[in-house]
């Protein structure tokens, strides 16, 4: 299918988001034009500000419940692509709804728009995880073939009382798995292609507003704490860690999945390598 180019408008949805508000960056500095969604007009005004000097190659508009059947019907007219970036990212849930909804819900809901109203859309690129592709304890690599099928047992099975961790990645599994189900139902009938990143933990610098520490998104106050924090073990810092990737990287990878033909119907699991927290100390000394 035929990919965008410069000039062209992007919905990027939930673009007050400390991923997102990357992702709108780099398009606009790659000649594109953005709409970018946010849940209120207050939560707008930020990014209005931080992004005036694009003129009206920026605007934004409010979708208040992006689980609602609809939600996106009005924000996805006149666009050339979107990157749906929005869903919940915590790990303190207290029940499994409070993720899952948002996140299946919001990305049926808007990829149900751009089949019904997004006329022009070329491309649509889901912000997944690697959460959704790991399996927590195996020792093994994963790639794109791989899915977290442990999650989504352990929230069958438990239900609420499942692990907050086992939560969010079901959430995002079976957000994943549903934009897959339904591109592959409606692919006749789309103008559209699907493409999906699954970035591990991201970190790097906040652009989205952040008034103190305990505003930090869930990955940067998890850099924080370990890193710039006091009370953690040697042990912990040499053994416990993950896989990583600049947030940057993620914003760019954004756009190509938009550009490069190639990327249409693809799963991307991007990552800069991995990592134990004490890495990170090295090169940020406290004090």
């Known amino acids: 299918m035929p990919t965008i180019s410069t000039g062209d408008k992007v919905l990027v949805s939930g673009a007050n988001g400390f991923i ?3 992702v709108v960056r780099k398009f606009l500095e790659k000649g594109y034009a953005v709409r970018g969604t946010v849940r209120s007009a207050d939560k707008g005004k930020y990014l209005e500000e931080y992004f005036k000097s694009y003129g009206d190659k920026f605007e934004v508009v409010v ?14 007219q006149g666009v050339d692509a979107i990157a749906h970036t929005a869903s919940p990212f915590y790990l303190t849930a207290a029940s499994v709804d409070e993720l899952i909804g948002p996140a299946v819900n919001g990305t049926v809901s808007i990829l149900k728009s751009a089949l019904k109203n997004g006329h022009g859309v070329k491309r649509v690129v889901v912000t997944s995880s ?6 927590v304890g195996s020792d093994k690599v994963f790639d794109e073939q791989d899915w977290n099928e442990l999650a989504i047992r352990e929230i069958t099975e438990q239900g609420d009382a499942a692990p907050g961790p086992s939560k969010y990645r079901a959430s995002k599994t079976l957000a994943e798995k549903a934009a897959w189900k ?20 991201v970190f790097g610098p906040a652009i989205h507003d952040v008034k103190n520490v305990d505003a930090l998104n869930t990955s940067s106050r998890q850099w924080y704490d370990a890193v710039l924090g006091e009370g953690q073990s040697e042990a912990f810092l040499k053994v416990q860690g993950s896989a990583y990737i ?6 760019e990878a954004h756009t190509l999945a938009l550009e490069k033909e190639a990327a249409g119907g693809e799963r991307f699991v991007i990552s800069a390598g991995s990592y ?3 890495d990170w100390r090295k090169y940020h000394p406290r004090g």
Not at 130 to 135: G, R
Not at 183 to 195: F, G, I, P, R
Not at 246 to 251: I, S
């Open 130 to 135: 690697c959460a959704s592709v790991l399996t």
């Open 63 to 76: 979708v208040q419940d992006i689980a609602k059947e609809g939600a996106f019907d009005e924000a996805v």
């Open 182 to 201: 339904f591109y592959e139902e409606n692919k006749a009938n789309l103008k559209w292609d699907l493409s999906v990143l699954n970035p591990p933990f």
């Open 276 to 278: 134990v927290w004490q």
């Open 20 to 22: 997102a508000i990357w």
């Open 246 to 251: 600049d947030v940057r990287d993620v914003a």
